[in-house]
């Protein structure tokens, strides 16, 4: 390779390359000596910014923790250790049960009536919620019997005032929700609220009719009429709906 | 002072001996920088940054080689990596002087042999340049260069001779004029 004096020329030639001049010492370190502190400053904030950031968030934590604890405290010392469950009374005369209120002893309070609603869930169980279907039914059968009276009274006179089959529209929206619920699954009140449904249809549908519910013809009344009386509607509502409206008759909410 | 202990002192961040690091290393970074990047701007920023980074990780330094090796291999780095980053900004710029240059047809002077070697060896592949101007212009061992690249010696000899065969075959129109 060295015999045509190349690597001589390369090892005498290439030591000019890119030749560097005297070493700036004093300028470079000045640079470098300011980014440092430059650096060395922003870690500092960013580390200072961390501490706070840990400090705030390790104070929303023990809040936080102590808040909890607090609460399970307080619920530990309310709640009820024992819901004693009374047998639903059953009437001798009619069989039927009525909704019983479960009795709630609270710590230190045994043996002693509880507050009212003290230290009760404010979800309403099964047992609640049937009983406040039945309220609900009892009285809006009190008020279909009103209604349905009062459309006997007037058919008979051959005219129905249009408060009337108003009042059977409003009806008609009620009875279409209490079919709809849940509480609803006893066959006989679900027969009597259907039956009911269609004859306030008729009756509200008096009013759509040309010239109003005041120019029904006799015919229409007599339809209406008959429907009233094949379906006994009368007086499976008033057996449905005993005197004094409470939740009982054949409403029964302990089924 | 001897540089194990500079080095302790200078991990626990004390400036003087830093400094005194920063003495012993700068020239020789310093050169080797301008030798691979050929400028003053670039050397001595690649120089700084060289520094900046040592001092910063001077912790993850275990002592397996010289801090100077260690040092070396971070200019290396340095230095290849800005190259890298001037070479694609200086490409764009070509393309726009060739745009502005279009139908310039001057034919350019023929440059001197010398002239030709620095653009042969600015031509090589960065790993044979930086092995021929680590040996051949600064005269570092291939030991050393096998420590700052992370190679074998023999990988830093086979890719010295792959070099010089380069720039015998870029240079392959001067032959006869090495022996004047």
Do not use: C
């Not at chain 1, 507050?115 to 008020?143: C, N, Q």
Request: glycine share 8%; proline share 6%; charged share 25%.
């Amino acid at each position: 390779m060295t015999d045509d004096g190349f690597e001589e020329f390369l090892q005498r030639e290439a030591r000019g390359y890119n030749a560097p001049p005297p070493t700036p010492r004093e300028e470079m370190w000045a640079r470098i000596d300011a980014e440092r502190r430059t650096r060395r400053a922003g870690r500092e904030v960013t580390i200072a910014r961390r501490r706070v950031w840990w400090t705030v968030g390790a104070g929303i934590a023990a809040a936080l923790v102590l808040g909890v604890g607090i609460g399970y405290v307080w619920r530990e010392r309310v709640q009820p250790v024992r819901v004693a469950q009374e047998p639903n009374p059953v009437s001798p005369a009619t069989g039927v049960t009525t909704p019983s209120t479960p009795s709630v002893i609270a710590p230190g309070a045994a043996n002693t009536p509880p507050a009212s609603g003290a230290g009760r869930d404010a979800t309403p169980s099964p047992r609640e919620e049937r009983a406040a279907y039945a309220a609900m039914t009892v009285e809006h059968l009190s008020r279909a019997e009103a209604l349905l009276t009062s459309f006997r009274v007037e058919s008979e006179h051959g005219t129905v005032d249009p408060q009337v089959t108003a009042w059977a529209g409003d009806l008609l929206g009620t009875t279409r929700l209490l079919l709809d619920s849940p509480g609803a699954r006893d066959p006989r009140l679900h027969k009597l609220l259907g039956d009911l449904e269609l004859v306030l249809t008729q009756i509200a549908q008096l009013h759509a009719g040309q010239g109003g519910p005041k120019n029904a013809t006799h015919d229409e009344l007599q339809l209406i009429d008959q429907s009233l009386r094949s379906r006994d509607m009368l007086t499976r509502i008033r057996s449905a709906t005993p005197a004094g409206g409470g939740a009982r008759g054949a409403l029964s909410t302990g089924t | 002072m001897d540089e194990r202990e500079l080095l302790t002192r200078a991990r626990a961040g004390e400036p003087a001996a830093e400094r005194a690091l920063y003495e012993a290393h700068v020239d020789r970074v310093y050169r080797l920088t301008y030798r691979l990047a050929g400028s003053e701007d670039l050397a001595q920023d690649f120089t700084q940054d060289t520094f900046i980074r040592a001092f910063e990780r001077l912790g993850d330094f275990r002592g397996d080689s010289s801090f100077g090796t260690w040092l070396h291999s971070i200019a290396v780095s340095v230095s290849l990596n800005g190259l890298r980053k001037v070479k694609r900004l200086r490409a764009r710029e070509a393309d726009l002087d060739d745009a502005r240059d279009h139908g310039w047809t001057a034919r350019r002077a023929e440059p001197d042999l010398r002239a030709r070697l620095a653009q042969a060896i600015d031509a090589l592949p960065p790993g044979y340049r930086t092995v021929f101007v680590m040996h051949d212009v600064e005269g570092f061992t291939h030991e050393e260069i096998a420590g700052t690249l992370g190679l074998q010696p023999g990988t830093s000899k086979a890719q010295l001779s792959r070099a010089r065969a380069k720039l015998r075959a870029a240079l392959a129109d001067y032959a006869g004029e090495w022996t004047a």
